[in-house]
């Protein structure tokens, strides 16, 4: 840490940096929701399906986001358990209309749920039910309800209906994760 | 018309046989009666299957028996659908293998699973599923497309379908691959699930005197009645088979069937076959996504092998029976297989070059399903089992089942690469076998008429199936799922894998084994030779021994005898003790004597010679006498024993002791 990131630190002018894991199935609008996060002079116009992972940036009112966009295709996804444990918050995105794989978007959650870095951690887990915008997608509700998320109980968890392509939704997602990141470090 | 289609069937051979042979086909084709039936069928096959198989079964392996699998009717009957490994594991949603995205018992779909297809047809990246469906009662074909959960389209289909593929038709972008449907004597082809293009098979000769026929009346010179019975006449007798007009005439009422030929006079005959089944075969590359030719069997006994883009007939071949199941491996420009099951019962295996089959494979049972893994063809029959063949016709495994096959196809997991077979069975099961490993087992809340594999939606590894009673069943293999080979009760025991230490072959015994190849019967020969001679002397000096009674036993009628010496101490005077018993049962044995006969120099007896006392049978008596050791060489010698009779010179027997060296004078 140089001199000046330290001073500006300790006057407060840096905000805290918190990482975040960014899951959900391929498709389902992660990488979307992501880049419209960032500012609006940042953000690519063309979003193609991640391979791997990718590191993105951005700022909250009051915390600086570092987040790991995992790339969600069934080859990839096994990548996702060696980041648990750098993970402070999770934001999971789910693709409300694709109702086929529903299922497996619950499997991957159960699996997320049980693993060894996440099962006794008290760590915030925001759902985006994605795609809201398109014709045949399931209700926040219905998803929340598909994915048991009730069955959660010793996490906090929020589930909001977002279009990340039009940006509705996230702004109430992001907040909701800043307060509990805050609560948890106080 | 219903009544009209009926007769229509039962009058053009062709046609009734296709509904009737093949059982596979009909209980897929006619959907409502005979699906029924082979549900009855197969709660009758449970029945008496039921008793061997408690819950629980026993396996053997490593020659202990192990519980393999554990199924608790109570779990069975509260899951609506689960599934288990071929060996161990109960059946429980968190260690299935299996996701159940949708089970819809309403869907009303009936097919079978020749008319499945699964594709990206939009080329947007969401694959979906056509089928071609029968309807309800068979009555309603309709061409189906399935996109995830919901139907996005149907279209009425002119015939009943019998079979569905995608292929792509060119290789320039972008490659979205056309789906084909065979229905009737015609395959109607669809680009972006829009009809693009039709072909009919080639129209058959017709009866030059059902020609005549018609013509006449054309120009009103016969009248219906007449026409109907010259035609009769031909349908009886001609070899060459009437048209589908004169076929749909004949069971007219008097009142219909004047308006029948003058509607349909102007038209000339034709005379079509109907496809009973297709498949694809990549033209000229091997790859995933490569041009593919469709190949179509047909009711008249032969394979036609389309050009994807211009649909011209490529090549032609023809077939002893019916083909009922294709399936083609190679590439038609390089070189080429087709193995085509017939509803004779037998397997045609066809090659590039040749128009005839080059092998067969006579399976004695109606075959039900063709699949092809890697390199060998499994074929189910309806004698409920699995077998596994190669390209070649030879048989390489045979798998029971507990049930008949309704509905097989392929599983092939590209990320893990594996392909597999999976049965759907009466009993409402599917079983998925790797060669004749069973790897899973799923249960279904309803016999499953049809099934497939692959990717649907944006998963991969999608598993489509629908029920007799025309649901619909999806599911999705999870990721981490894996088939665990060898834990089921098939396969060869893991002893036999252990590797025996079997010395080198060295050059002797090479050059040993190459003799013995060539020069086996003369070494055959010379060894009996040899055996026979052994006999001989061995029999002669039985025969020797007999006629001289050196034996210690004395099997004469008169004198049955038995000698036995015991010879004790340690020298130089020994004590010898002969055992001599009668054998006979009743009659006692008076007037025996026992001569010793020995070398003097070296031994002294006080007696070479005394009576025997009268001998009653069965007991045993002991004769001792006393034998001095004369010389202080160590050297020892052999005493003869004989026993004879008062008078006699021949010993009715003998017997030779080894005396011991005499140890006592040694000592001395």
């Known amino acids: 840490m140089g001199l000046l990131d330290r001073l500006s630190g300790l006057l407060g002018l840096k905000k805290k940096e918190v990482h975040v894991l960014c899951l959900g199935l391929d498709n389902s609008g992660k990488t979307t929701i992501i880049n419209k996060l960032k500012p609006s002079n940042a953000q690519s116009q063309d979003i193609v399906p991640t391979i791997g992972f990718s590191i993105q940036k951005f700022k909250s009112s009051s915390l600086s986001f570092t987040v790991f966009d995992m790339s969600g295709q069934g080859r990839y996804r096994n990548l996702w358990e060696h980041y648990y444990k750098e993970g402070q918050a999770i934001i999971f995105v789910i693709d409300s209309s694709d109702k086929l794989r529903m299922v497996v978007a619950k499997e991957e959650l159960r699996t997320l749920l049980n693993h060894p870095d996440i099962k006794h951690r008290r760590i915030p887990i925001l759902f985006f039910a994605n795609k809201m915008d398109l014709r ?39 907040d909701w994760l800043q307060d509990q990141i805050q609560s948890v470090k106080t | 018309m219903g009544r009209i289609r009926d007769k229509l069937y039962k009058s053009e051979r062709g046609i009734a046989s296709q509904l009737v042979e093949t059982p596979a086909r009909t209980s897929a084709t006619c959907s409502g009666a005979s699906l029924s039936r082979a549900g009855k069928l197969s709660a009758r096959n449970l029945d008496t299957r039921a008793s061997p198989q408690p819950g629980s079964f026993w396996a053997l392996r490593g020659g202990w028996p192990q519980p393999v699998a554990r199924v608790t009717p109570g779990k069975m009957a509260a899951t609506s659908s689960s599934d288990s490994d071929g060996g ?137 009645l007449t026409l109907k019975e010259m035609l009769e006449g031909i349908r009886e007798k001609a070899e060459v088979p009437l048209s589908v007009q004169s076929l749909r005439f004949l069971p007219l009422e008097l009142s219909e069937m004047e308006a ?10 034709r005379r079509q076959t109907v496809i009973t089944t297709m498949t694809t075969l990549k033209k000229n590359l091997a790859d995933e996504d490569a041009v593919s030719c469709l190949v179509l069997g047909t009711e008249n006994k032969e394979l036609l092998v389309l050009d994807p883009e211009a649909f011209t007939i490529l090549a032609k071949m023809s077939l002893p029976s019916v083909p009922a199941f294709l399936e083609a491996s190679g590439q038609f420009d390089v070189e080429f297989r087709l193995a085509a099951a017939c509803r004779n019962g037998s397997i045609y295996i066809l090659r590039r070059d040749s128009k005839r089959p080059k092998y067969c494979i006579e399976l004695g049972a109606q075959p039900v399903g063709l699949v092809g893994v890697h390199k060998v063809l499994v074929v189910g029959s309806n004698q409920d089992s699995l077998h596994g063949f190669t ?10 089942m507990p049930a008949a096959i309704l509905a097989m196809n392929l599983l092939e997991q590209h990320s893990r690469g594996l392909q597999a077979v999976m049965a759907a069975l009466a009993n409402e099961e599917v079983r998925i076998y790797h060669d004749k490993v069973l790897l899973n087992v799923i249960r279904t809340p309803e016999a499953v008429t049809s099934l497939c594999f692959g990717r649907y939606g944006r998963e991969d590894n999608t598993l489509i199936m629908t029920t007799l009673g025309g649901g619909l069943i999806i599911k999705i293999l999870k990721r981490t799922a894996v088939f665990a080979e060898g834990g089921g009760e098939a396969g060869p025991p893991p002893s036999q894998a252990i590797k025996l230490n079997v010395p080198r072959k060295t050059r002797l015994y090479v050059d040993q084994t190459l003799r013995e190849r060539e020069a086996g019967t003369a070494m055959h020969r010379t060894f009996q030779a040899d055996l026979y001679l052994l006999r001989l002397r061995a029999a002669r000096a039985y025969v020797q021994a007999l006629e001289s009674s050196l034996s210690p036993v004395s099997l004469t009628a008169r004198e049955p005898l038995k000698l036995h010496a015991v010879v004790q101490g340690l020298g130089p005077t020994f004590k010898l003790t002969l055992h001599l018993q009668n054998t006979s049962t009743a009659r006692p044995i008076l007037g025996l004597v026992v001569c010793f006969l020995y070398n003097e120099v070296l031994y002294a007896l006080p007696r070479a010679f005394f009576k025997v006392p009268l001998l009653v049978p069965g007991l045993n008596y002991p004769l001792e006498t006393f034998v001095k050791s004369l010389s202080d060489k160590g050297i020892s010698d052999i005493i003869k024993v004989l026993v004879l009779r008062e008078g006699q010179s021949t010993p009715l027997l003998s017997a030779h002791i080894n005396m011991p060296m005499s140890e006592g004078l040694a000592a001395d």
């Not at chain 2, 029948?260 to 005959?269: D, R």
């Not at chain 2, 390209?391 to 029971?400: D, E, N």
């Open chain 2, 260 to 269: 029948f030929v003058n509607q349909h006079k102007s038209k000339s005959i």
């Open chain 2, 88 to 224: 161990k594991g109960e059946s429980s949603e968190a260690n299935s293998k299996w996701l159940d995205s949708l089970s819809d018992s309403m869907a009303n779909i009936h097919t079978f699973s020749a008319c499945l297809a699964l594709a990206d047809f939009h080329g947007d990246g969401e694959y979906k599923l056509a089928m071609g469906d029968l309807g309800p009662d068979g009555r309603q074909p309709r061409l189906k497309v399935l996109k995830g959960h919901t139907l996005v389209s149907q279209k009425p289909l002119p015939d009943l379908p019998a079979a569905a593929v995608t292929f792509l038709m060119a290789s320039h972008e972008p490659r979205t691959p056309a789906l084909a449907i065979a229905s009737g004597p015609c395959v109607y082809v669809y680009k972006n699930l829009k009809p693009y293009f039709k072909f009919s098979l080639p129209s058959l000769p017709t009866n030059p005197l059902e020609q005549d026929l018609w013509n006449q009346a054309k120009e009103d010179q016969i009248d219906p």
């Open chain 2, 391 to 400: 390209y070649k016709g030879k048989r390489l495994w045979t798998v029971q």
């Open chain 1, 136 to 174: 045949d997608a399931l209700t926040s509700v219905k998803v929340s309800q598909l994915l048991c998320l009730e069955d959660i109980k010793d996490k906090p968890w929020h589930i909001c209906a977002s279009d990340a392509i039009k940006g509705e939704g996230l702004q109430e997602g992001v």
